[in-house]
């Protein structure tokens, strides 16, 4: 009688265990919400520097140059943004994805909206061969700031006087 104790089969889980469970999960689901906004950032912060670099190119170029023209086309096409550098009436100097599709170009002037890039849009910018300063015409529009959106936002603010800019 003293020897025969059944045995209870126990198939819960204890308190203890299923803390450490939802500690685990909310661990790596924090890690993952981190590493995504990251990633998320780095496209926009990755399009803003290589779009910086293609200006520089285009003012660069533009100054130097002795004889054509010069011109930076920023377009969306295939699902990504692209930037095209000109030289010499439709000579393509330089060619850069700039970004992929999750984020949004716009070009303005002050608070007004002059373009966004889109599937059926391109936007044109041109420098002044002499001093570097923007130069704009029907092909390339009156603008100040460069903004790209994506979970973050980075802004390019251009001098038109000098062409020069600073980033937000």
């Given at each position: 009688?003293?020897?025969?104790?059944?045995?209870?089969k126990n198939c819960g889980f204890t308190l203890v265990e299923m803390i450490v469970v939802i500690l685990i999960i909310g661990i790596l689901t924090a890690a993952a919400i981190i590493s995504f906004s990251t990633v998320a950032r780095a496209k926009a912060n990755g399009c803003t520097e290589k779009l910086v670099k293609l200006l520089d190119q285009t003012r660069g170029d533009s100054m130097s140059r002795v004889e054509g023209a010069v011109k930076l086309v920023v377009e969306k096409k295939e699902n990504a943004y692209y930037g095209t550098l000109f030289i010499n009436d439709g000579t393509v100097k330089d060619e850069v994805k700039l970004g992929d599709g999750s984020l949004t170009i716009?070009?303005?002037?002050?608070?007004?909206?002059?373009?966004?890039?889109?599937?059926?849009?391109?936007?044109?910018?041109?420098?002044?061969?002499?001093?570097?300063?923007?130069?704009?015409?029907?092909?390339?529009?009156?603008?100040d700031r460069i903004v790209i959106s994506g979970s973050n936002t980075r802004t390019i603010r251009i001098y038109k006087e000098t062409g020069r800019y600073r980033l937000q």
């Open positions: 009688m003293f020897g025969q104790w059944k045995k209870v716009r070009f303005y002037l002050g608070d007004f909206l002059v373009s966004e890039i889109d599937d059926d849009s391109s936007f044109t910018i041109k420098y002044q061969k002499g001093n570097g300063a923007l130069f704009f015409d029907i092909e390339a529009p009156t603008f």
